[in-house]
């Protein structure tokens, strides 16, 4: 069964960079058809799709985040990442990793990490 | 971006009653591309349904979609004590974008 685990630090500071890793075991990253993608939820913005990215290291990513967001895949490791840059209090959510069917919707979630971002 | 608004905010009813929840687009979703999740207190969303109509794995037969263009439901045909919980819609016609949720609560 596929599983998707995120990690990261649960507190950032304002204008620093969020950085989470989200490792998947269960299958492979490199398995075609399928992207892997985060998706944030808070109170005030509900469920935002942030970006995805292929095995192949090509991207997409929501264009309300800026050019903020960076998102990899170490396909040796298999796990993929996300970098927020210049995080503000806006930036506190619960942060998802999740599998996507070809850039569709997610089949499979992690559990999700809570990222607040105060000083 | 296509907004997505999911109707009622709130949804009141017994165990055993049949639910109706709603997600209207601001345009026409292409290809029938949206997906219904079911999330509960504490957990992360689960897919239900995807390509409007289609069960996910696992997903039992009470629950199915239906709607086409910018008007799309989720009905859940009898309720059971474990559908209690928060449902989204989501579409992937163009980028990625989600409903804010319909809460279908206890009566």
């Known amino acids: 069964q596929l599983q998707l685990q995120e990690s990261g630090p649960g507190l950032v500071k304002p204008s620093e960079t969020l950085s989470l890793i989200c490792a998947v075991s269960g299958g492979s990253i490199s398995r075609s058809s399928y992207h892997w993608g985060w998706i944030r939820q808070s109170p005030t913005m509900g469920l935002e799709w942030i970006g995805s990215v292929y095995s192949s290291g090509t991207t997409y990513y929501n264009p309300s985040l800026g050019s903020r967001v960076t998102m990899s895949v170490d396909t040796a490791k298999n796990q993929f990442s996300l970098n927020v840059s210049s995080v503000t209090a806006a930036d506190t959510a619960v942060y998802y990793c999740?599998?996507?069917?070809?850039?569709?919707?997610?089949?499979?979630w992690g559990q999700g990490t809570l990222v607040t971002v105060s000083s | 971006e296509i907004v997505l608004t999911q109707s009622p905010g709130t949804l009141s009813l017994s165990p055993g009653e049949r639910g109706t929840l709603s997600c209207r687009a601001s345009q026409t979703i292409n290809s029938g591309y949206l997906a219904w999740y079911q999330q509960k207190p504490g957990q992360a969303p689960r897919l239900l349904i995807y390509?409007?109509?289609t069960r996910a794995t696992g997903i039992p037969d009470r629950f199915s979609g239906s709607g086409s263009g910018t008007d799309f439901t989720l009905t859940i045909g009898k309720l059971e004590p474990e559908d209690f919980a928060v449902y989204y819609c989501?579409?992937?016609?163009?980028?990625?974008?989600f409903g804010g949720g319909t809460k279908v609560e206890i009566k």
């Open positions: 999740g599998r996507q069917r070809n850039f569709d919707y997610i089949d499979f």
């Open positions: 989501q579409q992937y016609g163009s980028s990625l974008t």
């Open positions: 390509g409007v109509s």
